[in-house]
């Protein structure tokens, strides 16, 4: 069993930054690859970012640029600074951590950003 805790959410204006984090404890000693994905009302979930432990990174291109995700091995804790932030960027954000042993992926209850004109 993995666990993860999102926070950071919450309302910003256009233009503006917030910085999610999510921490992941339980059966941690298998993750590899955590990331980012959100979903806006009425839309498909779609990947935002994500890292391996290696620190490869990969984004959308509608992010790449503005956001920037990294990780904290020790604390199994992966991060994304949001940065011009845009209305269209409103949307839950999920964090999710990848399992290889057994392969699984888990996904963390989600954090609300919305960003205003």
């Known amino acids: 069993q993995v666990q993860l805790v999102e926070s950071g959410g919450g309302l910003v204006q256009a233009g503006g930054s917030l910085r999610l984090s999510c921490a992941a404890s339980?059966?941690?000693?298998?993750?590899?690859?955590m990331g980012w994905y959100r979903q806006a009302p009425g839309n498909k979930r779609e990947l935002v970012a994500r890292v391996t432990n290696g620190g490869r990174t990969d984004y959308a291109d509608s992010v790449k640029g503005r956001f920037t995700i990294s990780r904290d091995n020790a604390k199994n804790t992966v991060y994304v600074q949001m940065n011009s932030l845009k209305p269209e960027d409103t949307a839950v954000y999920y964090c999710?951590?990848?399992?290889?042993?057994?392969?699984?992926?888990?996904w963390g209850k989600g954090t609300l950003v919305t960003v205003s004109s």
């Open positions: 339980g059966s941690i000693f298998s993750i590899n690859r």
């Open positions: 999710v951590a990848e399992s290889s042993n057994p392969t699984i992926n888990y």
